[in-house]
C-alpha cells in the first residue's frame, strides 16, 4: 500500500519535473555558458612611466627597463583568446602642473586581439616621464574594458602612489567594480614602501584582486603572466540583480549566479519558487571590499510568505578576510493528499533574506558609505530533486557490530531451544496417545 | 524511496556484487601531482582531485581557493605548506590559515589539525592541517553536518603587516580522506550531492568513480552474517532441547 502511494508520488515529481522541463523557468537553465568572440576575457595592463621609474634598482637594471622586458615575456606567452590592451599613465607630459599632470594616461596599445610586434614596438618607445595618476588611468581603463561578455582584469604596474589626490584610487575602483559585474583589478608595487603597499592592497581588495611586491624582474614577468592566464580561465558570470527592502517587492530568481550590493544594515530580500518534490539551495557570501571592524557576520533567512522562518544560515568571523560565507538547502516535501490541488498552489514562493553585519571603521566611513556603493554580494541558487527522507538513524535501519551479532545469536539459540521443547513436549503428548 | 529500498534489497541477494562494491570504496591514495595554480573565489576555485598535491605561487595577502569533492563516509583532511620569503625581506611574523567550506560555502569546522599557526619571522614555512567531520549521506537541512559534494579549501594570510603585503610565498594544498564506513552509514540521501549548480559553475568535480549510489553500507554484511549466526544458533538450540529423536517414531 504505501509503495504504491511512493510511486504514485514519483509519477507526480516525474511529471512534475517534464512539466517545469517545459516551462520558461529551466529552459534558461539549459544555454551552456560557452565562448565566443563575444565573451573573449579581456586584460587591460596599465603601467606607470612616472618619472620614478628611472631608478635603478631592480636586479641593477631600472624600473621601467625591468617592466620593458617583463612586457615582453608576458605578450610572448599571452593566450591566444585574450584581448590584451596596454594604458600608461604618466608618460607624457614632463611639466610641473599638477592639473595636465594628472590627465596623462594614453592608451599605448587598444584592447582586442593581440598582434605582438605592434604591442612590442609600442612599450619600446616608453621612457619615464610624469606624475602617477592612478585614479584616472584606472577609470580611463574601465572605460576601455567596456562591452563584451567575457571576464575584465586590470593589472597595474606602478612604483609610486597616487600623486593626484584628492580622487581617491581606491574609492575609483570600487566604483568601477560597483558599476559592472565581474571587473578585477590586480595590483603589483615595484619596490614599493608602506604608504605604496597601503594604496595599492587597497585597490586590490576594493575588486577582489591581488596585490603583489615586486624585487625582481623575474618576479615581475611571472606575476604578470599568471594574472593574463587567470584571466583566460573560463568562469561563470554572475548576473546582476537588485534585492528589496520586503519580499513582496523582491526579485524572482532562478537557479543561477547572481551578484548584488548591500550597504551596512541593509536587508535584501529575494525570491525563490520551490516546488513540491524539489530542494532549493542557497549560498550567499559578502565580500569585504573596504577596511571594515575586525567582527562581521552574515546571516541568510528562507521565509514563508506569511513571515515564517523556514531555515537559515549564519556565519560570523573575525580578522583579515575577503568574504564571509554561509548557505541553506529547504526540502520542501512531497505533497500526500490527492485531491488536484491546482498548480499554483503546489508551487511555494521561498522568500530570503540577506544580511551583514559589517561595520564601517569610523563614523564617517559609515556615513560616506550611505551614498555610495554598498558591499559586494555573491548569491548562488539551485533548485535540485529533494532527498529521501531519513526514517532511520542507521542506513536502511540496518545494525552493525559484536553486540549485534550476540544479541542475534543469543535470540536465535533462545528460539531454537523453546522450539526444540515444544516439539519434545508435542512428541510425549502425542506418544501418550 | 520504499522502491529504491526494494531494489537495494534485490541488489542484496547477489552477494558477490555486494562484496565487490565493498571494494569499490577503497580509500583515494597516492600522491599525484596537481594543478599549478590557485583560484581566488569561491567562483574561481581550481578543481583537485583528492590525493593530487595542488601547488600555487602566490603574494602575502592573497586568498587563495581551491576545491575538491568528498563522498559520504569519508572524513576528508586537508594539509597546507606555505613556503615563506626569505627572512630578511620579512617585518614580523604573519599568521597563516586554512577554512575549509562545504558545496553552499558554509564553513565546516575541523576535529583535528592546526588550522591557523603564526610563522615566526624566521620561519622558513608554515605547515597547516585540517581534518573535518566524516561526511555523512544526510542530515537535516538544519544541521551543518559535512555532506557529500564540493568542499572549498580557503589559504590565507589573516594576521599580517602591511610591511609584508604583496611578498612572494608558494603554497602546496592536498587534500587526502579516510574511509569510515559502515560506522558513519545513516539512513537517508541527499538528491543530489551539494555541488554549486550549473549556472553557477561551469563543471563540478566528481569523485573518481563517481558519486556512491548510497545503498552500500558494510551494515548489510553484518546484519546478514547476523541473521546467518541466528540461525545456526537456532538450529543448535533446537537440537540441544529436542533431544534425539527417538527410534521408531
Redo the contacts between chains.
Keep these: 500500500m ?2 504504491r502511494k ?2 504514485a508520488a ?1 509519477l507526480c515529481a516525474l511529471i512534475a519535473c517534464l512539466s517545469m522541463g517545459l516551462s520558461p523557468v529551466t529552459a534558461y ?1 539549459d544555454d ?2 560557452d565562448r565566443d568572440a563575444e565573451a573573449a576575457p579581456k586584460v587591460e595592463l596599465v603601467l606607470d612611466v612616472s618619472g620614478s621609474m628611472r631608478a635603478r634598482d631592480i636586479d641593477g637594471k631600472s624600473r621601467m627597463a625591468a617592466a620593458k622586458q617583463a612586457f615582453n615575456e608576458v605578450l610572448d606567452a599571452t593566450p591566444e583568446d585574450v584581448e590584451l590592451g596596454i594604458r600608461t599613465l604618466g608618460a607624457n607630459y614632463r611639466g610641473d602642473d599638477r592639473k595636465t599632470g594628472c590627465k596623462d594616461t594614453e592608451q599605448l596599445y587598444p584592447v582586442g586581439p593581440l598582434d605582438r610586434r605592434d604591442a612590442k614596438t609600442a612599450v619600446a618607445t616608453l621612457s619615464p616621464t610624469g606624475w602617477t595618476p592612478i585614479g584616472p588611468a584606472l577609470l580611463k581603463a574601465a572605460g576601455d574594458l567596456k562591452g563584451g561578455e567575457g571576464s575584465r582584469r586590470i593589472v597595474l604596474i606602478s612604483d609610486g602612489e597616487d600623486t593626484c589626490q584628492p580622487l581617491d584610487p581606491c574609492e575609483v575602483a570600487r566604483d568601477i567594480s560597483a558599476q559592472g559585474v565581474d571587473l ?1 583589478i590586480d595590483t603589483l ?1 615595484l619596490v ?1 614602501n ?1 604608504k605604496m ?2 594604496q ?2 587597497c585597490i586590490a581588495e576594493a575588486t ?6 615586486i ?1 625582481h624582474t623575474d ?1 615581475l614577468s ?2 604578470v603572466g ?1 594574472l593574463v ?2 584571466a583566460a ?4 558570470k ?1 548576473v546582476a540583480v537588485s534585492g528589496a527592502d520586503s519580499c513582496s517587492a523582491a526579485p524572482e530568481l532562478k ?3 547572481y551578484a548584488d550590493r548591500a550597504k551596512f544594515g541593509e536587508h535584501r530580500w529575494y525570491r525563490v519558487d520551490v516546488e513540491p518534490g524539489q ?1 532549493l ?5 559578502v565580500g569585504a571590499d573596504r577596511a571594515v571592524n575586525n567582527d562581521y557576520g552574515v546571516l541568510m533567512r528562507a521565509v514563508t510568505k506569511h513571515h515564517r522562518e523556514i ?1 537559515r ?1 549564519s ?1 560570523a568571523g573575525d ?5 564571509i ?7 520542501k516535501p512531497e505533497r500526500d493528499d490527492e485531491d488536484g490541488a491546482d498548480d499554483e498552489d503546489r508551487t511555494e514562493t521561498v522568500c530570503l533574506q540577506v544580511s551583514h553585519s559589517y561595520s564601517a571603521t569610523s563614523a564617517t566611513a559609515f556615513a560616506d558609505a550611505k551614498s555610495k556603493p554598498g558591499l559586494p554580494v ?1 548569491l ?3 533548485v ?18 559484536w553486540w ?2 550476540g ?15 515444544l ?2 513436549w508435542r ?1 510425549a503428548v502425542w506418544r501418550t496417545n | ?6 531494489a ?1 534489497l534485490a541488489g542484496l541477494l547477489g552477494l558477490t556484487t555486494l562484496l565487490t562494491s565493498g571494494a569499490a570504496f577503497a580509500a583515494s591514495g597516492d600522491d599525484g601531482k596537481g594543478p599549478a ?1 590557485a583560484g ?5 576555485a581550481t578543481e583537485i582531485a583528492q590525493g593530487d598535491r595542488a601547488t600555487a ?3 602575502t ?3 587563495l581557493y581551491w576545491s575538491f569533492p568528498a563522498d559520504a563516509g569519508q572524513r576528508p583532511t586537508v594539509e597546507a605548506t606555505v613556503k615563506l620569503p626569505a627572512s630578511a ?1 620579512r617585518h614580523a611574523g604573519t599568521t597563516w590559515r586554512i577554512d575549509v ?7 565546516q569546522s575541523c576535529m583535528y589539525g592546526m588550522q591557523a599557526r603564526t610563522a615566526p619571522k624566521d620561519a622558513a614555512s608554515v605547515d597547516l592541517a585540517c581534518t573535518l567531520r566524516t561526511v555523512r ?2 542530515s537535516e ?2 544541521a551543518n553536518d559535512p555532506l557529500p559534494g564540493t568542499y572549498y579549501v580557503r589559504l ?5 603587516e ?2 609584508d ?4 610565498v608558494t603554497a602546496e594544498v592536498k587534500a587526502t580522506s579516510k574511509d569510515i564506513g ?2 558513519a ?8 550531492p ?1 555541488v ?7 563543471s563540478a568535480a566528481e569523485p573518481e568513480d563517481g558519486w556512491a549510489s548510497g ?1 552500500w ?4 554484511a ?2 546478514a ?3 546467518v ?15 534425539r529423536a ?1 527410534s521408531g ?1
Design positions: 504505501i509503495i511512493r510511486l514519483g537553465a551552456e555558458p578585477t608595487g614599493p608602506t603597499r597601503k595599492l592592497s577582489g584582486g591581488t596585490y603583489t611586491s624585487q618576479e611571472d606575476r599568471q592566464d587567470r580561465d573560463p568562469v561563470v554572475p537557479p543561477g549566479l530542494e539551495r542557497a549560498s550567499v557570501s531555515v544560515g556565519e580578522g583579515r578576510t575577503d568574504a560565507s554561509t548557505g541553506l538547502r529547504y526540502p555573491e548562488a541558487v539551485d535540485v530533486d529533494a532527498p529521501d527522507d531519513a526514517s532511520d538513524a542507521a542506513a536502511f535501519g540496518l545494525g552493525r557490530g549485534l551479532l544479541a542475534l545469536v543469543l535470540t536465535g539459540f533462545v528460539g531454537g531451544l523453546l522450539w526444540g521443547w516439539s519434545r512428541v | 524511496m520504499r522502491t529504491k529500498r526494494l537495494a595554480d581566488t573565489s569561491f567562483r574561481t605561487s602566490a603574494s595577502g592573497d586568498y625581506s567550506y562545504d558545496g553552499l560555502r558554509r564553513r549521506a544526510w537541512p538544519w590565507t594570510a589573516t594576521g599580517v602591511t610591511a603585503l604583496g611578498l612572494p559502515g560506522a552509514a545513516v539512513d537517508g540521501t541527499l538528491g543530489a551539494l554549486p549548480g550549473k549556472r553557477a559553475a561551469l545503498w553500507t558494510d551494515r548489510w553484518w546484519t552474517a547476523g541473521g549466526l541466528a540461525a545456526l544458533a537456532g538450529v543448535g538450540g533446537y537440537t540441544l532441547a529436542r533431544g527417538p517414531a
